[in-house]
């Protein structure tokens, strides 16, 4: 019987110390390949690169970067890397939170999702850090998504796709998981003026409701949050297609 396969990219970089734990703790589960960018692409959410060549540079026998985004790393993977399937797909470490709507813009939510439309088990993982932290809890947070992995993970359905975000917390300060809902912010102070205008990202602004996955990792949890890979509202198909019946 052959060993899990695991994959694994993110939006730091090949480099990231986030990636690095990723890896070392999910050995203990299977066969780890990584695949992931040349260079940081945080916030490239799920682009493409469409008719431009991307480099593959192959780092270890277990190691390769993409000079491109983290949805063009899973694709590299899944259609000239590998010579099978992998049983899952893993984003992260993400040095940063990935919360709310956060997920439209994340490249580490992208890299799992691609994994997902193509019909794996992916999951992305982020630890949610303070300005003040003086310690990255890596080690702990790379500990817990091995746990996700299989005692979760596994046992959900294929083309799961789930969005964890965890606590920068010691491992067993942690008080648990908690399965939640996206969180919803705005932000302020997004653009600076300077030479035109910079998008700076801007200080978020939360709706603290319980149930949610940023409330959850505010009391000491991990958040692990089902995204859909089907963006379409139901409710609001039917409103139209009780307009539409009416305007005909």
Not at 54 to 69: F, Q
Request: negative net charge.
């Amino acid at each position: 019987m052959e060993n899990k396969l695991i994959l694994i990219s993110n939006d730091d970089g090949v480099n990231a110390p986030g990636i690095r734990y990723l890896k070392d703790a999910m050995r203990k589960v299977g066969d780890v390949i990584v695949v992931a960018p040349s260079h940081e692409m945080s916030a490239s959410s799920h682009a493409v690169t469409l008719k431009k060549p991307l480099y593959l540079e192959k780092i270890s026998h277990s190691t390769y970067s993409v000079s491109g985004t983290p949805a063009d790393c899973i694709i590299a993977a899944l259609f000239h890397i590998l010579d099978r399937s992998p049983d899952y797909i893993l984003s992260g470490i993400n040095l940063g939170q990935n919360l709310g709507e956060d997920v439209f813009y994340s490249g580490t939510v992208a890299a799992a999702r691609e994994g997902a439309l193509y019909g794996v088990r992916s999951a992305a993982f982020s630890l949610v850090i303070n300005n003040q932290d003086e310690i990255i809890h890596f080690e702990s947070a790379a500990l817990i998504a091995k746990d996700i992995v299989q005692r979760i993970l596994s046992l959900l359905p294929a083309g799961v796709l789930l969005n964890v975000n965890i606590p920068n917390l010691p491992y067993d300060e942690v008080k648990g998981l908690k399965i939640t809902r996206l969180s919803t912010r705005r932000y302020v102070d997004v653009v600076k003026e300077e030479q035109g205008f910079i998008v700076i990202g801007g200080r978020p602004v939360w709706k603290m409701e319980e149930g949610t996955d940023v409330v959850a990792v505010k009391e000491g949890y991990v958040s692990i949050t089902p995204l859909l890979r089907d963006l379409t509202d139901y409710e609001g198909k039917k409103e139209l297609e009780k307009l539409a019946g009416e305007i005909d």
